[in-house]
């Protein structure tokens, strides 16, 4: 990019949004029959599906835990999800950012309701547009409340950025690639945080101000979330039509 271009035109980024605003976000719950619970999300350009199996058997048996479930978190962005394709198969980014990810929501399953069982959460990036951790983080959440899986709360993930100087909130493609910093947050509706990451250079008080952004784009994101599962369920609750042969 030009490094004469500037983020902002009027007050406006690029994309067409203010600082404080969030992309475009689409979340419907369980898309996929043969997934115990499963959602797809849409956050600006990003497409993310996930899929959650169990609680079910540990295979091999030896990774059971006696007084809790295990929890199995595989982030895989497919080749096609880049303007590049991408080598097939994990790479050292996936490991990270599937290990943050489950660390994410670990806290908030209930896991010794289901010992010496796992609970696998499977996310895959159909298209990416920045900020795919925590694309799949939400949709890995409302997959999990699809399932039955047991839960304090969702959980809800958002990042700020920093372009021009200025804080922005859930950064696209060009703002997190060429932009100053990025701040990932993943947070519970009573503001516990479950992921936190920073990556670039803020003051302390662009720390605060961005930590605020974020959370107040996890607050609307919540909000979304329990839309999509009061949408699916009440699809659920809906009486067949007479003479219906399903």
């Not at 289901?114 to 499977?122: E, H, M, T």
């Not at 958002?158 to 922005?168: E, F, P, R």
């Not at 701040?183 to 479950?194: H, S």
């Given at each position: 990019?030009?490094e ?6 009027d ?38 599906i ?12 030896h ?66 547009d ?57 947070m ?47 699809r ?11």
């Amino acid at each position: 990019m030009d490094e004469k271009l500037s983020f902002f035109k009027d007050g406006i980024r690029l994309d067409g949004r203010r600082p404080g605003e969030l992309r475009p976000v689409k979340i419907e719950a369980g898309v996929l029959k043969r997934a115990d619970g499963s959602c797809y999300i849409e956050m600006g350009g990003n497409k993310v599906i996930a899929a959650v199996y169990g609680p079910r058997e540990v295979h091999p048996r030896h990774l059971q835990k006696v007084s809790r479930a295990i929890v199995r978190y595989r982030y895989n962005m497919a080749s096609f999800s880049v303007e590049e394709r991408k080598r097939p198969g994990p790479d050292r980014r996936s490991h990270e950012v599937s290990k943050v990810s489950r660390e994410a929501l670990e806290p908030v399953i209930l896991t010794h309701y289901f010992p010496r069982s796992v609970i696998d959460i499977f996310v895959e990036i159909l298209q990416a547009d920045a900020g795919t951790r925590t694309a799949g983080i939400n949709a890995a959440s409302v997959a999990l409340a699809d399932a039955g899986v047991p839960m304090k709360c969702l959980v809800s993930s958002c990042a700020a950025g920093k372009v021009d100087g200025q804080i922005i909130l859930d950064p696209m493609k060009d703002e997190d690639n060429f932009g100053e910093g990025d701040m990932p947050l993943a947070m519970t509706p009573d503001g516990e945080v479950t992921l936190l990451q920073a990556d670039g250079r803020f003051t302390v008080e662009e720390t605060r101000e961005a930590l605020e952004t974020a959370r107040k784009g996890c607050e609307q994101i919540y909000e979304i979330q329990k839309k999509a599962l009061i949408d699916r369920y009440s699809r659920l609750e809906e009486p067949e039509e007479e003479g219906s042969n399903v």
